[in-house]
């Protein structure tokens, strides 16, 4: 309650402060065109806008960040976001998530690829390491800390990751790159390779690669992973662009455990595929977008168990039954289809409006998840509107809302008011208030898992999962207090964020033997974070977050999925032209995953070094060594994460 | 080469900066015949000016900083200055109508804001942002090797027979597209001009080239494999191949250079508008990679540049 009363009185103080200690801002004028950076296509609104006039938090991974950091996962870089924690559920299943609530399918974060959704509708959570994506044709990442429904609707939810890969026109000729450890673990082994081409106004790019190895030592979670991506951009007369992207990804990942019957070393198969059409016409001062989007996720996982014990009955009065075995399948496939029309209009110089709607089919099919053959759908249809009022040079203000109906919710809306002072040219002060829900996802609404388990006196159904149709979306209430600023002649960044959210309905999995999704929990966040950048000179930059929490939740293993604080500091370094260092510094508090054990806090080194060979092909050999203090238990106890160590050669003509 | 441009500096020379303005502060009460620097708002483009400026300036000269805001009630400052330098237009536009005895240099405008300025003073100097077209033009030739080139505008201006010598020497095709009052037919312009020409030339003009327009040009340019050549370094990080322009500290060192010899007494201080002496160069290596080409360094661009214009 103080920390809300605060956040008023911070809000009345900001709308009182005095006129005087406010200088004329930049905006428009001679010089601030000559010398100011082109706004950035923001996530945060659909709108084109500096980081400073965001209506959200907003962290942004470029592509020096992505090179200099050495990571070969996707995953891994979000721990240069403040907040972000990284964990493996497994070597090769990754999870991410925003300040706590992580588990190996969380649901409470957005993720989009070029603009397309990448949850997977029947689980939730995302396959970062199957992703049809790789890292090399990234351009940057939008991470929007806090909810962002108002944009991109439910499960935008804690935070928002928008990845852009690279315009094709970017990637003329080709490039490849070799990496390769030592035996120890992980065994490293990739590749990748790329081609970009061009015919008149129509752009390509075609890039492959395979990414190998075999996970933490003395467990089955090695990964072989291929993956194919085409992406064309063609202009249709002068102002109308068109892309089309197509991708796949397959993948073959080790499951099970020694000594566990029914969870039994094997692997699964996986394969991911998508399409992505965008059509976006600029007229004057108006911009128009359709997006159609596919994407196919399939698993293929199935094995007849090792004999087991199994009781059969009602305590007190059970049977063991010996030697009992069933055949478990977790094959799944999910369909999302996505089509997506947007409008952004200056009406004149202090108001500029974006609307739009989206219509999005799921369609989900796995006798493990519903116990029948028949596909499964939701439908979700979605409005949404956001203007933005430059009041006068000191004054912005952003609103807007989205309405959503879904086929297993009630229609609902999730609005935002964001309030940003500019104060001088060097800070902008944010006020942002913000409501969201996080639908439940098919599994939680309609699911049905019942295995048939086969024993010498016969066959017994076994159920361990039914639906609940009443359940409700998960709902969020959040206020932030944020000050960027910058102080350009120190080449120094930073930005305070205070924020305070309170998550009500939130899903647990309840009852024994048989489970179920109840909205059963709330929990309170608090906290602070600070990111601090600094070019101190042309070739030396600093970059380091930090992210305090408070937490109070109505169930303990929630509130141990929060670590109190967080944080990271890196440094990149270039010298003689040819050469560069980085290294990062990583640090978690003790925290739990939901689905994990309670793991200690890590304190994570990483070290690059690459020495440029050629730089007109772009030749270079790059040294990565991860994780070089002490090993650290990931996730949860029997992963350890050792030191590794590989080699990465790469260049292009 | 040098690269895209940043203001970068260290915190020792932030702190240098504040320390010497507070010792000037300190020394304008005892010495009213200062330099006076009048800024139109608070921007870390001219701090770092006045940073180079001071840096720059002979040892005995004292400044002092003003905010074009606050004019009104310390006009007995302006009144004994020895100099005044406006740093962007609000000052200078602000100053003009004071109408000053002392030398007023305005810097940070552009030749079509001067000529808006109804009081104009015998002592007045006008440091231009632009680059003269012919550095310009020098610049997109040398970079290259063009044989047409083309720029849009609102009008097409006759050129200088000076400017159609350099033209001849460079045996380079200029090619103007005039563009109506309204942006409607931008980039059906910059269609036409990709056609008929090797590259775009973007020279300052907020009505044309400004944030809504930018993304749509450098999109259709890049698309058509057509290099942009712009006045920003700004652009440059979003797309454009290069610019040529006068950094803050570019315009420092300018600064510097006419206070110093003003106090020498060779400074011809009849009003006259003057180009900045000193330039930067911002080349974009990711799009220069993209489109295949293969940039000289900037020294040797710099001489030809020089050679071409002298």
């Known amino acids: ?653 | 080469m040098k690269g895209i441009y940043t203001a970068r500096g260290n915190i020792g020379k932030l702190f240098g900066l504040l320390l010497f303005i507070v010792a000037n502060v300190q020394a304008i009460n005892a010495d009213d015949r200062a330099i006076v620097i009048v800024k139109s708002s608070e921007n870390a483009y001219f701090n770092q000016t006045i940073e180079t400026l001071i840096n720059h300036a002979e040892d005995h000269a004292r400044f002092k900083i003003l905010n074009s805001s606050n004019l009104d009630s310390t006009s007995d400052v302006l009144e004994n200055a020895n100099v005044i330098i406006s740093l962007g237009a609000d000052s200078a536009s602000n100053i003009s109508s004071r109408s000053p005895d002392q030398l007023v240099i305005n810097a940070y405008v552009t030749l079509e804001q001067i000529a808006q300025f109804q009081h104009r003073n015998a002592n007045n100097i006008a440091v231009l942002l632009n680059q003269p077209l012919e550095r310009y033009l020098a610049f997109s030739h040398h970079l290259l090797n063009l044989k047409t080139l083309g720029l849009i505008n609102r009008s097409s201006p006759a050129l200088s027979s000076r400017q159609q010598k350099i033209l001849r020497k460079l045996n380079l095709e200029l090619n103007q597209y005039q563009l109506a009052e309204t942006n409607k037919k931008l980039l059906a312009t910059v269609r036409q001009l990709i056609r008929q020409n090797e590259a775009l030339l973007m020279l300052p003009d907020q009505s044309i080239f400004n944030r809504d327009t930018l993304k749509g040009i450098l999109l259709t340019t890049y698309r058509s494999r057509t290099p942009v050549i712009s006045y920003s370094p700004g652009h440059v990080k979003s797309g454009a191949l290069a610019a040529i322009y006068s950094s803050p500290t570019d315009i420092g060192k300018h600064l510097a250079k006419l206070i110093n010899q003003h106090h020498e007494g060779t400074l011809n201080s009849n009003y006259k508008v003057i180009y900045a002496e000193y330039y930067s160069i911002a080349t974009n290596q990711r799009v220069a990679h993209s489109l295949g080409l293969d940039l000289p360094g900037e020294e040797k661009l710099r001489q030809l540049i020089d050679e071409t214009i002298r």
């Open chain 1, 1 to 653: 309650m103080l920390f809300r009363s605060s956040f008023y009185l911070s809000l009345f103080l900001i709308l009182l402060a005095p006129t005087r200690i406010l200088w004329a801002d930049n905006h428009g004028t001679v010089e601030a065109d000559f010398f100011d950076d082109a706004p950035l296509i923001l996530t945060a609104s659909r709108m084109s806008k500096p980081l400073a006039e965001s209506p959200a938090s907003v962290s942004i991974i470029d592509r020096q960040m992505i090179e200099s950091s050495g990571v070969r996962e996707i995953a891994d870089l979000f721990r240069l976001v403040p907040g972000f924690i990284v964990g493996y559920f497994r070597g090769n299943t990754p999870v991410v998530t925003y300040h706590g609530l992580g588990g190996l399918f969380s649901r409470q974060i957005q993720v989009l690829v070029d603009g397309r959704s990448v949850f997977i509708p029947s689980f939730g959570g995302v396959p970062w390491s199957n992703l049809p994506l790789q890292i090399e044709d990234i351009e940057r990442i939008e991470v929007i800390r806090g909810p962002n429904a108002v944009t991109y609707g439910a499960h935008a939810f804690l935070a928002t990751i928008n990845i852009i890969t690279r315009h094709a026109a970017e990637d003329f000729g080709m490039r490849y790159s070799i990496t390769s450890s030592d035996n120890s673990h992980p065994d490293i082994k990739d590749a990748y390779i790329r081609v970009g081409y061009h015919h008149g106004d129509l752009d390509w790019r075609l890039s492959a690669g395979t990414m190998n190895d075999d996970g933490f030592a003395d467990i089955n979670d090695s990964k072989e992973i291929n993956k194919l991506n085409f992406r064309l951009d063609m202009l249709a007369g002068s102002n109308q662009f068109w892309t089309l992207q197509i991708g796949s990804s397959n993948s073959i990942n080790g499951k099970g455990i020694v000594g566990e019957p029914r969870n039994i070393e094997r692997d699964d198969e996986a394969s991911n595929s998508y399409l992505n059409l965008l059509w976006e016409n600029i007229r004057g001062s108006t911009t128009s977008t359709v997006r159609l989007t596919h994407v196919r996720q399939e698993v293929i996982d199935n094995f007849t168990s090792d004999p087991f014990d199994i009781e059969i009955g009602v305590p007190p009065t059970t049977v063991t039954i010996p030697a009992a075995t069933v055949l478990i399948s977790f094959d799944r496939l999910s369909n999302r289809s996505d089509l997506e029309l947007v409008r952004s209009h200056e009406i004149n110089n202090q108001l500029r409006l974006v609307y739009g709607g989206s219509f999005r089919k799921d369609r989900v099919k796995s006798f493990f998840l519903f116990n029948d053959d028949a596909f499964h759908d939701v439908d979700t249809s979605r409005l949404f509107s956001e203007i933005e009022w430059r009041i006068d040079d000191n004054w912005l203000i952003d609103v807007g809302t989205t309405l959503e109906d879904s086929s297993i919710t009630s229609r609902g809306n999730s609005p935002r008011l964001s309030i940003i002072r500019n104060i001088g040219t060097d800070h902008a002060l944010r006020f942002v208030a913000s409501r969201a829900k996080r639908n439940p996802v098919l599994y939680e609404f309609e699911g049905e898992t019942v295995f048939t388990v086969n024993t010498g006196v016969g066959d017994f159904p076994v159920q361990i999962w039914q639906s609940n149709n009443q359940i409700l979306p998960e709902n969020i209430l959040s206020y932030e207090l944020g000050l960027r600023s910058q102080f350009v002649p120190a080449g120094i960044s930073s930005d305070v964020k205070l924020f305070s959210y309170e998550i009500t309905d939130l899903v647990d999995f309840v009852g024994d033997p048989i489970q179920a999704a109840e909205n059963r929990h709330e929990a309170r966040v608090t906290g602070i974070e600070i990111s601090f950048d600094q070019s101190l000179t042309e070739n030396l930059e600093i970059r380091s977050g930090i992210s305090i929490l408070e937490v109070d939740a109505s169930d303990q293993n929630l509130k141990e999925s929060f670590p109190d604080r967080s944080g990271f500091i890196s440094a990149h370094y270039r010298f003689k032209k040819s050469h560069e260092l980085s290294t990062a510094y990583y640090y978690v508090d003790e925290m739990s995953w939901l689905d994990g054990g309670f793991v200690p806090s890590i304190n994570k080194l990483d070290f690059r070094y690459a020495y440029q060979i050629d730089p007109k092909s772009e030749t270079q050999i790059e040294l990565i060594a991860q994780n070089l203090l002490e090993e650290y238990e990931d996730y949860e106890p029997v992963n350890i994460r050792e030191t590794t160590v590989f080699l990465r050669f790469s260049g292009g003509f």
